[in-house]
């Protein structure tokens, strides 16, 4: 058996709380952060195709300059191709002069077309004042050689002119392809984006759903487990209405368990009335039975022994023993006195109580129990404990239940003597009631869940697990304390505080 000293103590199971930033979040403030993130992934992507959108843009003007460019350039090729006509058909019969007057017009065009012409023709501007410049010389010598000199460089011109148009075409032509290939890059990003976008939300909604409708199935069916009496809390992993609808089961349940518990003690405490009443009924008439012919023995034993001190008989004390018929006559009258008293019907309000006599009563009434039949049970109970305030009627059950508890654990000891200690002493504004044994004791688990309801380590039939839970709900609501110290092995010791002031 242990030892006197602090006892285990274990604490309770902690609910684990739901962690976690979007588990903490509403289901409405779940709901704006999703259309928040498809928001944020519809800009994206607008965003995204915009820019590639403006590359493309910026090809098309491009496009449109070039465009604009071969138009200039079809034209100057044109005025080109007319002068150089006109001066070979011209120039063999005609004066220079009127040659050079008839492509006055062409060339004199040739000037702002190749100045729009730019970069894609370097040196347009140059070219075209030198072409003046020779028009004007042929206008005003008349010479043929000035007019063979324009129809170089206007020849030289055609040339240069074909290839930029040569070059103009293969720009274009690359421009086309990378306007395509972008058309191309810009329709395949927005497919994928978009599939992307559809997979990515699709699957977040199926798996929120999926998770909701099955937290949702869940409640349901602990609904119906409550229903039918299962009280096994649910793990609570969500933090909004779903998570808290959880918590909210889990506290109903809680106190349904509260209050099976107390209706429970409530039909133990009824159930043991009404035992101890029908106890009381059956000792009151055996006791009134047996007074009779207790009394009829006890006379007739006085009567012997003032006989037999009056005749000076020589058997007294030898062969006759009336007072030892008297000793156990007075034995028997006492036995259905304290059963009468431990059945009588009693008070269920608190009040003073001595304690050293309930448990007194409680302990001879307890030891004709038959698995205290080869224990001991030993008393050893202060004289100076103050009274209690509580309900006398809780003590001795709470006395009975533990003794019984007791004498089970000792049942379990193969060999050796069993032995249950009730022991009463001051600590406090309390009187603590030790009781211990020398049986069997507790592995720390058990020990763990020894006030649990219904928790119970007897074979079926022997036990429902209510008791010690009982024994702790009587106990807290007479404002006292309850405590149990215990090792596989080598016994158990609960220890009682009980008040001694009126709360």
Known sequence: MPASGPLEVVPPPQPASPVGTLRGLTLRAKAVLLFVAFGAFIAFTLISVGQQRGRLIAIAEDLERLHVVESTLARVSAASAAAVLKINDDGAFAEPREVAQSVAIEIESLGPGLRVLGELFPGGPQLAARLEDRLARARTTSSRADLIDLRSEVN????????????????????????????????????????????????????????????????????????????????????????????????????????????????????????????GSLAAAVAHEINNPIAAIQGVAESIRGNC????????????HPDMILTHTKRIAQITRQLADLTSARSVEAEWVDLNSLLRSTASFVSFDRRLRHARLDLDLDPAVPAVWSVPDHITQVAMNLVLNAADAISEVAGGEGRVAIATRPNGGFVRVEVSDNGAGMEPEVLARAFEEAFTTKPAGRGSGIGLFMCKTLIERAGGRIAIASRAGEGTRVEVDLPTREP
């Open 309 to 320: 001190e009056n005749s000076r008989c020589g058997n007294l004390g030898n062969h006759c």
């Open 156 to 279: 030289v011109l055609v040339a240069r002119l074909g290839q930029s148009a040569v070059e103009l075409r293969a720009r274009k032509d690359r421009l086309w392809e990378g306007y395509r290939a972008k058309y191309d890059e810009i329709t395949l990003s927005l497919v994928a984006m978009t599939g992307a976008g559809l997979v990515f939300f699709g699957a977040l909604t199926v798996v929120f759903f999926t998770r909701l409708a099955g937290d949702l199935r869940r409640l349901g069916d602990q609904a119906i487990d409550v229903v039918r009496g299962r009280r096994e809390p649910i793990p609570v992993t969500r933090g909004d209405e779903v998570g808290r609808l959880m918590d909210s089961v889990n506290r109903m349940q809680e106190i349904l368990r509260e209050r099976e518990g107390a209706l429970e003690v409530t039909r133990q405490q009824r159930f043991h009335q009404e035992k101890m009443a029908a106890v």
